[in-house]
């Protein structure tokens, strides 16, 4: 059981905007913690993706944005291409835990 | 350009040791916080542990799961970050990931260099 809370699957077809919810607690995303965000392509290591909850690293398409409210988070992800069919991860620091790197379960996404 | 080369993984019996590398190359490693990251077959991610650069200290922390079990060491000489992992358990099998660290600025720390992993499978 995670920490953080993703909907294990979210799908669109090619050219919608999709997002990805990430829910946490008082004592990591409520706490004022950033929220960073991975995509993992299939057999492939993780990439980060979204950093700092809204932050591009050079390289990422802007169709690729990270917002954060309270104690959630989101990425969204607009013109959906098939190649953004991958697992998508949230991850943040818990002040409760040795808490380092909390991970949320992931959430694949299925371009239809 | 970044690229961390991760190695030692292999099957080992519940019980066993193993240590794994990773070799770095492409950044100053000996200014860099490091961590490795694990991934269970079919699974999420799990954070292992972290060691900090000399000059912050090189002090090291761990996931609730590892600790007293795992130990991260760094040798800046030989640009090498190690994981030392004793009194393996199945529950550690996973495809285990070197990555750097970046400090967040409003709290926390993210996984911004990742390498390819390295598979460590315990099992009799």
């Known amino acids: 059981q995670s920490v953080l809370t993703q909907p294990p699957s979210v799908s669109g077809a090619p050219g919608q905007r999709v997002t990805i919810s990430c829910t946490g607690s008082s004592s990591n995303i409520g706490a004022g913690y950033d929220v960073h965000w991975y995509q993992q392509l299939p057999g492939t290591a993780p990439k980060l993706l979204i950093y700092?909850?809204?932050n591009r690293p050079s390289g990422v398409p802007d169709r690729f944005s990270g917002s954060k409210s309270g104690t959630s988070a989101s990425l969204a992800i607009t013109g959906l291409q098939a190649e953004d069919e991958a697992d998508y991860y949230c991850q943040s620091y818990d002040s409760s835990l040795s808490g380092w790197g909390v991970f949320g379960g992931g959430t694949k996404l299925t371009v239809l | 350009e970044v690229q961390l080369v991760e190695s030692g993984g292999g099957l080992v019996k519940p019980g066993g040791s193993l240590r794994l590398s990773c070799a770095a190359s492409?950044?100053?490693?000996?200014?860099?916080?490091m961590s490795w990251v694990r991934q269970a077959p079919g699974k999420g991610l799990e954070w292992v542990g972290r060691?900090?650069?000399?000059?912050?200290?090189?002090?090291?922390d761990y996931a609730a799961p590892v600790k007293g079990r795992f130990t991260i060491s760094r040798d800046d000489s030989k640009n090498t970050l190690y994981l030392q992992m004793n009194s393996l358990k199945t529950e550690d099998t996973a495809v285990y990931y070197c990555?750097?660290?970046?400090?967040?600025?409003?709290?926390?720390?993210?996984?911004?260099?990742w390498g390819q992993g390295t598979l460590v499978t315990v099992s009799s």
């Open positions: 492409g950044f100053t490693f000996s200014n860099a916080w």
């Open positions: 060691i900090k650069s000399k000059t912050d200290g090189g002090t090291t």
């Open positions: 990555t750097t660290v970046g400090l967040s600025e409003r709290g926390g720390y993210y996984f911004d260099y």
């Open positions: 700092g909850n809204s």
